[in-house]
């Protein structure tokens, strides 16, 4: 499919002739080819584009200095979606693209998107960057040309996408880059394609009403606002989390302190009496001491005496042992004699004991021969009796083998396993049919009782209502939901949650406060806007935070929302009501209303009732002027009409200005009887819905009867099948017993030749135990035999034992003789050597004591107090009872004192410690809250005026553009106690009578979306930052008076100077438009039978002067409907 591209600026002057008409057209085809006289420009045909020249080369030979920086020049592609080749010149103000559907309108912002390195998600549309390469095409290339800043080269930015490994692959200026760099690019150039303000493709018009108001500040900022505010607005989330989670640290360290402090305080008692116990344990401590040193130094005394002692009686017995010694010599020979005999009676004694021994051992291998012996022959035993037991279980072998064999010879019953599944899925079918229908049938009760409990809430929705209506209440609430259905639901919810509140939450005034004196009805409500008697009113910012949350967020509802933290007390009257009635007027609004309190000081601190004046009277021109010239009223009422003055400085320091405007009657506050239609229409309702019950419910027994019939019919089923798998089970199990049985007797064959071999084993192992038989009878004889060996031996051994032991009876009688001639002697010896025994055990007591204390006193003493030798010196001046004594005492006085925690000390500095851990953690937390609410405070104190003044100037834009199609809208910003949710409001209307509601996805129909979306971007047109902007098919859906309206304004919005670029793509447009010079008109041809060689048919050129004959012919009669026309606008104006 070939495709021609035309590109021209329309001029839109009024009444213009026919050679001002197309003097500054420069029509063309996709080449450029031709001029409006339809011959060829050879210069331009081939011109070749220089990307290093500081403007590139248009069409209609101007310069590029009208362009912005980043505005897009020249759009090139080649082989993308549906184009072969195409190039587009654009204009630097307005560039309306159009052409029939499916003619590559889209294609071209798909182009800009993935050219300028944006992903396809932007768009909507396909998500693979090879699906845009044309079909057939293996790859397609993207040229964009973009406007550089003064002084700097134009930038082409180009794309390479390959379709069969879906890659990208860009340069700028002919030079490869990274998608980095060019992503870096755009930044610099402010180009954000991925911003619904400056870039809204087809598929993303619904995207745009379905943002967030939070998503629509950021968006709005990103393309309206400068750098630094957005910057701004950064660093103020950033510092709000900061302060956010700051003040969070510093509130739960401040609980965490106050906590420590309490529970230290609670140990206080405790510690007082722990401190004086210490004191006393300290003093026991030290006493322990000294009673160590105390003890060291008697112990180490008492050593000293005991070794000198020691000394003396070693000296004695020395010398007694040398006056003794040739007495002696005669006994100690023969005491040696009497010791060798001893010798010797033990030798002996050892050898008849180990010959004692030799002999039991012989007992006892005699009695394991002879138990191995029996063992063998009950081996022998118990081997012939298994044997027999194998020989009969080899017969029942045999006969079992006979019987199954027999057994297999008879042929069993005939059994076909599929044709008996398939009498059983049979009826499976047939129960899952009626299961089937059981569940289709619930699924109708299902939804017979959604409808009936709908119809009942409805029933009793309307008998709610309907009984209502008898009450003065309910007939408010019947008007407020006819006035705004969205605010009924608020009070609704807002009365069924009255607990979520801090305090009272107050409904709209027109529910809760009323005119004191009817007569003042219309007066009291001139100043006063829907709004005013539909709003909300909260007594906190957290009612209002809580109460904005559910309503914008939770339940999607639009309503207007107000707060009040002032007593009604605070708005004072500017005057007495002496000096008003000077001034003809009968009081303040406020005076003639009645209500809650918080209410009415809402409406003061709103509409500065308190401060508006009415009378029921007209004024007369005396009193008006004494009114203006006070100054101090601003807003009256007298009579049929209502006055606002204004004070005009710059006029001079008396000029003012004053609106007069009739009094309209009151909508609100009035005593109208119940529309009998809507009591109609509740009592309509109910006999409907009572009605349609009666029905649901005889469907519901219809249905009930047929499930319940349908689940006997199962019943039924469930037990035929259970009947038929009996059966099969019974043949299939003897079936399945025959063809076992050739298994069976093989196994069994197979028994029997194992129980053969088992009896032919049996017979080997009995031959095989009577020879070990034989051999231990054998072994048992040879151990007898060598008991009587041993026998033997003891008989000699005792012999020699009985000498020996005569031998030394003789030797002792004669060392016993020699013993009692010198037992004097002896004895005086004997008892010296006991009492130096025991004066050497004496002394090591006394040693082992004096190290022991020594050691435990050394091991007390610390080296400072060894040092100072202040425990020594105390040591050295009492005595261990002393010590002992102190020591008790002040024991006994520390058990006197009890403490309820007896780790309270420890725990009292604990809690320190994590108090002043917890203080420099608070004291951290506040010079960093201090530090962010500077920043904070500094950096709002710029952007806040500066977003205010941002979002009136596009408010002022916003409303203008809906008064020029009869409707209204507006647009403001809601700030949140938290910064994350400040977010742009935007709320319209198109039908005289309703309220402003908030625009998204739900509330308003497609052509009003899209209306409210174009005048968005139009109101951001003057402030923008981009360089140019794109809105694909925007006005489709819209009715043709909004879409020439919105035409209209666009064209006069985006073609003033020094705005930024912008795009509409559109595949219609009415006759009649409006056109102006600074915008370009391109459009797009394409299909079979256009030219593929560019112009030749396709000559726009040709068609201009077919249009030119045609508008010299009807000109004068063109020329004379556009003055009257003219003539008509200047008087609808005046």
Sequence with gaps: MASQLVSFPAAGQPNPTDDEMFSNFNLRGGDGSHSVDGHREQGRSRRRRDSTASASPRPNGQSSSGFQPGAIVRVKLKDFVTYNEAEFFLGPSLNMVIGPNGTGKSSLVCAICLGLGFPSNVLGRATAYGEFVKHGKDEATIEVELQGEPGESNHVVGLLITRENNSRDFTINRRKATHKEVHQLMNRLRIQIDNLCQFLPQEKVAEFAGLTPVELLEKTLQAAAPEEMIQWQTELKDHYKVQAEAQRIANESGEEMKRLEQRQAALQADVERLQEKKQYEDAIAKLKKVKLVVAYNEARQQFRVAKQQHKSAVERLEQLEKDSEPSLEAVNQKHEYVEGVKAAVENRAAKLRDAEKDA????????????????????????????????QELGKIRKKITELEAKHKQNPRAFDPAEWNRRVREKEHARRDKEQEIAELNDQVTAVKAQGMEKTAIREAAQKKLTALDSQEGQLLSQLEKKNADAAKIWDWVQNNRESFEKEVFGPPMLNCSV??????????AFLQDGDFLC?????????????KQVFDVNELSGTLRGIERDLDFFKPPMSQAELAEFGLDGFAIDYLEGPEPVLAMLCSE????????????????????????GRIRLFTAGKQSYTCNRRPEYGPNAFSTRVQQVRPAKYWTKKPVDDSVKRDYERQLAEATGELQEFKKQLKELYERIDALRQEITIINKEIDKIRTEKNELQKEHSLWQALPDKIESEKRSERDKRQELVEAQSRVADLEKQHDRAVLQKAEAVLQHQTKIAAIREAYQALQEAKVLLIEAQSDFEFLTEKNREILEELENGKVALSEMEKQMGVLHRRATDARAAAENALTDEEREKGELSALAKATTLEQVESDLTAQENLADSIEANNPHALKEYQDWAQKIEREKAKHDRC?????????????????????????????????????????????????????????????KVRFRAGEALQRLDQHRQSGGERAVSTIFYLMSLQSMAQAPFRVVDEINQ?????????????????ACREHTSQYFLITPKLLSGLRYDRRMRVHTIISGERVDPQGTIKMNFAKFAEIQRGLMKRTIPFASQVARDEASMVEASQA
């Excluded at 002879?370 to 037991?389: H, M, P, Y």
């Excluded at 809250?929 to 977003?947: C, G, N, T």
């Design 360 to 391: 039991d051992n012989a007992a006892r291998e005699i009695e394991s021969a002879e138990n191995k012996v029996k063992n063998l022959a009950g081996q022998i035993e118990a081997e012939r009796s298994a044997f027999t037991t194998r020989r």
């Design 516 to 525: 004191k004196d009817p007569r003042y009805t219309d007066v009291v409500q």
């Design 536 to 548: 909300f009113t909260a007594q906190s910012r957290k009612d209002h935070k809580i109460l904005s």
């Design 607 to 630: 509409r500065h009732l308190h401060q508006t004046a009415i009378g029921l009277a007209d004024i007369s021109e005396e009193q008006y002027e004494k009114i203006t010239k006070d």
């Design 926 to 986: 506040t010079a960093q809250l201090e530090e962010v609410k500077s920043k904070i405070e500094s950096i709002r104190s710029q952007f806040e005026p500066q977003l205010d003044e941002l979002v009136s100037r596009i408010n002022d834009a916003f409303s203008y553009n809906f008064e020029q199609i009869s409707c209204a809208g507006e647009v403001g910003v809601h700030k949140d106690e938290d910064f994350e949710k400040w977010a742009i409001e935007i």
């Design 1037 to 1053: 859906g819209m009715d043709p008076r909004n879409e020439r309206m919105v035409h209209e304004r666009m064209v006069e919005i």
